[in-house]
């Protein structure tokens, strides 16, 4: 398993308390990408500069000296000859380095799942597979899936819905939950949001739904880009056609910007604000008038 997080006690991800284990690889690019991290399959070298004491042990430590300094003594890092080696990390005493992404067998994310057990059932809570997107790795996955059940552990899948449709029916069969997101309802629109259209999606959560498994829709609140009356309403009937009536509004934060400089890529949303109390409210207040239940996360 590509994994680059395990959080553990998370009460966000699911009912109760849970430990999300967050998968790399993505098949989408969100504009808002709270994990920017978990889009490339691959280890990436994150540098948070603001650590940094310029102690420059790094540079001769890089095997394939692909850490320099300019001018005026700040670090560049050749991100194309980078190969995430970890050899730069060892000789950081400011943690300023870290590196993104790594093997884990499934044996050894469960050995870690399973240390609270108790918690899991003191709470009704369990194991959310999270990232990035799980369905990037379905064997990894379905393993893990399976391991899970036999501890008896309650599992949730956290997904983006673009996966092809006979892997994700095989994954959801090991599932007691689906958090299934929607960014926007206009095909055209979701394209420029995350760099594919909805097509596959918005079928995928009718097939999900068909199948009786319990599911969440979950929608990343963006003032100005899927908050629209319209686009709210749009998804309000699609709910009410797929037969599902639960979901999680999580108000867009700029939590991540670090990370986007860390890893060397632009943030193109800029300066956008979170949205309002009022903002949310309308929202909510929207959803629920069509008989939806609505939870802000």
């Known amino acids: 398993m590509k994994i680059f997080d395990i959080q553990r006690f998370s009460v966000q991800d699911g009912p109760g308390i849970r430990t999300t284990v967050f998968m790399k690889g993505c098949p989408l690019e969100c504009l808002w990408c709270s994990n920017p991290e978990s889009q490339s399959p691959k280890p990436q070298l994150m540098y948070f500069e603001d650590r940094c004491t310029q102690c420059y042990e790094c540079i001769e430590a890089c095997p394939l000296q692909a850490i320099s300094k300019d001018g005026d003594g700040r670090l560049v890092h050749d991100r194309q000859t980078c190969n995430a080696c970890g050899d730069c990390l060892e000789e950081c005493l400011a943690d300023a380095i870290a590196i993104s992404g790594k093997e884990m067998t499934v044996g050894e994310v469960c050995r870690i799942v399973e240390k609270d057990m108790s918690y899991y059932r003191n709470s009704d809570g369990g194991v959310t597979l999270s990232g990035g997107e799980p369905i990037c790795q379905p064997e990894p996955l379905l393993q893990f899936l399976v391991k899970c059940r036999e501890m008896g552990i309650h599992t949730c899948l956290d997904t983006c819905g673009f996966a092809d449709w006979d892997i994700l029916k095989e994954a959801i069969d090991h599932v007691d939950l689906v958090l299934m997101d929607n960014k926007h309802m ?22 999900v739904a068909a199948r009786g498994v319990s599911m969440t829709i979950r929608v990343p609140l963006i003032p100005g880009l899927n908050d629209s009356d319209e686009n709210i309403s749009q998804l309000g009937q699609f709910m009410q056609t797929c037969g599902l009536t639960r979901v999680d509004l999580l108000p867009y934060h700029r939590f991540s910007l670090s990370k986007y400089q860390s890893l060397g890529n632009d943030y193109s949303l800029g300066a956008l604000p979170s949205p309002n109390e009022d903002g949310v409210r309308r929202v909510v207040g929207k959803l629920e008038a069509m008989g939806h239940g609505v939870t802000v996360v």
Do not use: P, S, Y
């Not at 206009?186 to 097939?207: F, M, Y």
């Open 186 to 207: 206009n095909t055209e629109v979701h394209k420029k949001l995350t760099g594919i259209n909805n097509d596959v999606i918005l079928e995928n959560t009718a097939r």
